[in-house]
C-alpha cells in the first residue's frame, strides 16, 4: 500500500512562494508517476502539473512559467515549487501517484494553501 503526505502549504502574499512536498512510503516510487491537483472553493478538482518516471512534465496554462515539478527519488518525494503565487491559486492542493503495473492511483490527504493579503 502507498501512503502520501503533503506538507509545505499554508498562507501567503500574492506575489510570495511555497513549496509543496509529496512524501510517499513506496520502494518503487521511481516508477510511479506523480501529479498534483487542486481544488478550491465552487469548483472542480483540476490537474496541476505531472511528472513522469521518465521526468516528462505537464503544467496547467494557469500556473505556467509559476509552477515547477520536481522529484527526488531517493527521497520517495515530489515537490511542487509555486511562485508568483495568485489570489486564483488558492485551492486545496492533493498529491497523486498512479501505479502503471495496477492502474490503480494513490491519494494524499490534501493540503491547504492560501493566498490573500
Known sequence: Q???VESGGGLVQPGGSLRLSC?????RFSEYSISWYRQ????ERELVTFITSG???YYLDAVKG???ISRDNAKNTVYLQMNNLKREDTAVYYCNA???QSGFDYWGQ???VTVSS
Not at 23 to 27: G, I, K, L, P, T
Request: aromatic fraction near 4%; hydrophobic fraction near 35%.
Open 110 to 112: 490534501g493540503i491547504q
Open 98 to 100: 498512479r501505479d502503471h
Open 40 to 43: 478550491a472553493p465552487g469548483n
Open 66 to 68: 509559476r509552477f515547477t
Open 55 to 57: 521526468l516528462s512534465t
Open 2 to 4: 502507498v501512503h502520501l
Open 23 to 27: 512524501a510517499a512510503s513506496e520502494n
